[in-house]
């Protein structure tokens, strides 16, 4: 990667505009976080609602602390698992100059330290957060690869980071007297979680108004139609490991071998794939319940919500 592209994607940023970035688990679309008036933009460009906050990226957890306060088991799970796909819900600090856009004037601020060696070199040049949600349309699919982004949000100047490696989004946490509660099932597991302390009780937030855990979410255009035992003519068919199911029209698989891994990874852009074809809808084999299976469940089940 060009230190040229990251430097002016660091003036942009001072500049308040947005600036497309890579992080391990999707692309991000930042701006200055404590900058009221970019912050606005990435709602407007996004077309989201201001009551869905925005995760805050840092550099470090020293800049971190500058902004909001963390407990003895926020730190645990930090220690643990920053730099990665966790984002901890924490409680803003009065002297903070985070805009009050980025969570819907609520004092508690979504912050995570990505791993990737971009994002964090990007972010070690401010003297700010990026305030980034990821780089879709809102309740369009995240993107992992650069071609997979929308044309609306093409115009903004992006860092090319190649393929997402996680290719889930992070796991959103808000830590609890006894443990932790989900609020987002993302790259991070329960069971990675559960594996470091086995003393965590572990809720997880099942209540559908939650922000950003809406009933439609993360979804292509095309119906999608999950957990099939057989494929329509014409559906396109999102494939997992080996059976005998098959499309007329076209046919991918997230991972014949059937690791979670390989398939999260895969995930958002075998979507966008299926979704350009001619098919009048998605079939997707069943996913098993598990791991990071568990969370690309959660996706496909809000991917295929239908109101009423
Ligand atoms: O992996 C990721 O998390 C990516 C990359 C770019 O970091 N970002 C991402 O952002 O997925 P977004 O905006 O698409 O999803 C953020 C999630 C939403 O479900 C939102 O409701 C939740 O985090 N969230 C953020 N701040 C929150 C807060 N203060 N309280 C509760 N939920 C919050
Ligand atoms: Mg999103």
């Not at 698989?253 to 350009?276: G, M, P, Q, V």
Request: hydrophobic share 35%; glycine share 4%; proline share 5%.
């Amino acid at each position: 990667m060009h230190q040229k592209t990251i430097e002016e994607a660091k003036k942009r940023l001072f500049n308040g505009q947005l600036v497309i970035f890579p992080t391990e688990t999707v692309y991000g679309i930042g701006a200055n976080a404590n900058n009221h008036q970019s912050v606005r933009s990435i709602y407007q460009i996004k077309q989201r609602p201001v009551s869905n906050p925005l995760i805050c990226h840092f550099a470090n957890i020293k800049e971190i602390e500058k902004n909001v306060i963390l407990n003895y088991k926020d730190y645990e799970l930090a220690n643990t698992f920053w730099p990665g796909p966790l984002t901890l819900i924490l409680e803003k600090k009065k002297n903070s100059k985070i805009s009050p856009l980025v969570s819907n004037n609520l004092n508690l601020i979504g912050c995570r330290i990505p791993s990737n060696k971009i994002s964090l070199n990007l972010l070690s040049l401010l003297d700010f957060p990026i305030a980034a949600p990821s780089a879709n349309i809102a309740t369009r699919t995240s993107v992992t690869s650069i071609s997979d982004l929308d044309k609306n949000l093409n115009k903004v100047y992006k860092i090319d980071g190649g393929n997402s490696v996680l290719g889930l989004e992070s796991t959103v946490i808000k830590t609890t007297k006894d443990g932790c509660k989900i609020l987002r099932l993302g790259s991070l597991t329960i069971e990675e979680i559960k594996n470091k302390f086995s003393n965590y009780d572990i809720e997880i937030e099942s209540s559908k108004v939650s922000p950003g855990n809406q009933l439609k979410h993360y979804s292509p255009i095309k119906p999608i139609r999950i957990n099939v035992s057989y494929v329509n003519e014409n559906e396109a068919l999102l494939n997992y490991g080996k059976n005998q199911l098959i499309s007329n029209i076209k046919n991918i698989n997230l991972s014949f071998n059937s690791d979670l891994f390989e398939a999260s990874h895969n995930f958002y852009n075998y979507l966008n794939i299926l979704d350009k074809t001619k098919c009048t809808g998605i079939a997707v084999a069943p996913i098993p319940e598990y791991g990071l299976g568990k969370t690309i469940n959660d996706r496909l089940k809000r991917a295929s919500y239908k109101d009423k």
